[in-house]
């Protein structure tokens, strides 16, 4: 199956400024990645789904300008969060589908997540 | 309301027995998919089961679909302490959609 690396694993800022998570796939290209946060013993939520060359589409409830999405080449795609806040704090993952795994079906191969703590 | 309800919630078992957890969903899908979380990790995909099989294996997972039930079981056999997981069905509704997510089940085995 591919692989997706996300950076940084961890990251402690203060409150007011912005942290940069990638997410990229490394023997693969992905046109569409996935964004998702995840409380404490939950299940994930969709944030936003990053489209290659293109504008991401966010889900209802998640603010645009707090959660920036860059998706500027086949292998990378980038979540700002902008002027964080302690109620920022969770744990990050993206995801991309992985074509290779299951005929073709939507199957996805994630990131290992980012737990972003703002003090 | 999310699709994709896991129970139990939790289950906690001991090294060697069989840990069974099923999900329910709402509306009709292609497929339904089986991930598992390690603590502060991401997710990895175990199974997938297309909407016109009825079960699969894969080593110790055996996987269930009923479709006139709208409903799934995921069956660890012969279960071991790094089986110790969050375990999420996930469903995928048409071809190129998003999945949604269930809410897990978070299984302990005990050594």
């Known amino acids: 199956g591919a692989v997706v690396s996300q950076h940084p694993s961890w990251v402690i800022c203060k409150s007011g400024t912005s942290v940069k998570i990638e997410c990229r796939s490394l023997?693969?290209?992905?046109?569409?990645m996935f964004w998702y946060r995840q409380f404490p013993k939950q299940s994930l939520m969709l944030m936003a789904t990053?489209?290659?060359?293109?504008?991401?589409?966010?889900e209802q409830g998640v603010e645009k300008d707090k959660f920036l999405i860059n998706h500027a080449s086949l292998t990378l795609s980038t979540l700002t969060v902008t002027s964080a806040h302690p109620e920022d704090s969770s744990f990050y993952i993206c995801?991309?589908?992985?074509?290779?795994?299951?005929?073709?079906?939507?199957?996805?191969?994630f990131g290992a997540g980012s737990r972003l703590t703002v003090l | 309301s999310q699709q994709g309800e896991e129970d139990p919630q939790a289950l906690s078992i001991q090294e060697g027995e069989n840990a069974t957890m099923n999900c329910s969903y709402k509306?009709?899908?292609?497929?339904l998919q089986w991930y598992r979380q390690n603590s502060g990790r991401g997710l990895v995909h175990l199974i997938l089961?297309?909407?016109?099989?009825r079960e699969k294996h894969s080593g110790r997972l055996r996987v269930t679909l009923d479709t006139s039930k709208k409903s799934s079981s995921l069956l660890i056999t012969a279960s071991r302490a790094a089986d110790t997981a969050s375990y999420f069905c996930?469903?995928?509704?048409?071809?190129?959609?998003?999945?949604?997510f269930g809410e897990g089940t978070q299984l302990t085995v005990n050594p």
């Open positions: 996930a469903t995928d509704r048409t071809s190129g959609s998003r999945l949604t």
């Open positions: 089961i297309r909407s016109n099989e």
């Open positions: 509306t009709s899908i292609n497929n």
């Open positions: 990053s489209n290659e060359g293109s504008k991401a589409t966010y």
């Open positions: 995801s991309a589908r992985d074509w290779t795994l299951s005929s073709g079906a939507n199957v996805l191969t």
């Open positions: 023997d693969f290209q992905a046109t569409t």
